[in-house]
């Protein structure tokens, strides 16, 4: 189980150096650069009440390169593991997998007062190739963002601390 964890974690960042990277001097990518860690993530109802997304003590990690190359993994802490080889599991356990992380890599970019996602590859593969705007604050070292509306109207909401 641990080298399958390793490669999930790993894998997007031996694929991110093969990505084009943002075009050089783009604006506001230098205040980006660094490496983040998850400090909260939301679901913000249409109440504008909000609830924990990924449980009460939500893990990841964001690093941004200079030039808005950048990979990304959120997870739930509270993941059971597979009743046995994760290769034979039953599909509500892939399901409960899946619904329990969130992964993607590309280039980012601020544009318009905006980050600008281009996702090369994501664990929901709805988002490979897409580009997101999304709406943000950089407060100091605390970065928070909003995640484009979800079918059922709910908003995610990442909030991110800089570490280096």
Same mark, same amino acid.
Not at 5 to 21: M, Y
Not at 56 to 71: C, E, F, I, Q
Not at 113 to 117: H, N, Q, R, T, W
């Given at each position: 189980?641990?080298?399958?964890?390793?490669?999930?974690?790993?894998?997007? &960042? *031996?694929?991110?150096?093969? %990505?084009?990277?943002? /075009?050089?001097?783009?604006?506001?990518?230098? &205040? *980006?650069?660094?490496?983040? %860690?998850?400090?909260? /993530?939301?679901?913000?109802?249409?109440?504008g009440s909000r609830s924990d997304d990924y449980g009460?003590?939500?893990?990841?990690?964001?690093?941004?390169?200079?030039?808005?190359?950048?990979?990304l993994q959120i997870y739930h802490m509270d993941r059971p593991p597979f009743a046995g080889d994760f290769r034979a599991a039953e599909a509500s356990e892939y399901k409960r997998l899946l619904l329990a992380m969130s992964t993607h890599f590309g280039s980012l970019a601020v544009e318009e007062?905006?980050?600008?996602?281009r996702i090369a590859a994501a664990s929901n593969p709805?988002?490979?190739?897409?580009?997101?705007?999304?709406?943000y604050q950089l407060q100091g070292e605390v970065l928070e963002w909003r995640v484009p509306q979800r079918p059922d109207g709910d908003v995610p909401i990442s909030v991110w601390r800089r570490v280096r």
């Open positions: 189980m641990k080298k399958f964890i390793f490669a999930v974690l790993a894998l997007p &960042s *031996l694929v991110l150096a093969t %990505e084009e990277p943002a /075009a050089p001097g783009a604006p506001g990518i230098a &205040s *980006l650069a660094g490496v983040w %860690e998850l400090i909260g /993530a939301y679901r913000e109802h249409r109440d009460a003590k939500p893990r990841g990690t964001l690093t941004v390169g200079s030039d808005g190359r950048y990979a007062g905006k980050l600008v996602f709805q988002w490979d190739g897409s580009v997101q705007r999304r709406s």
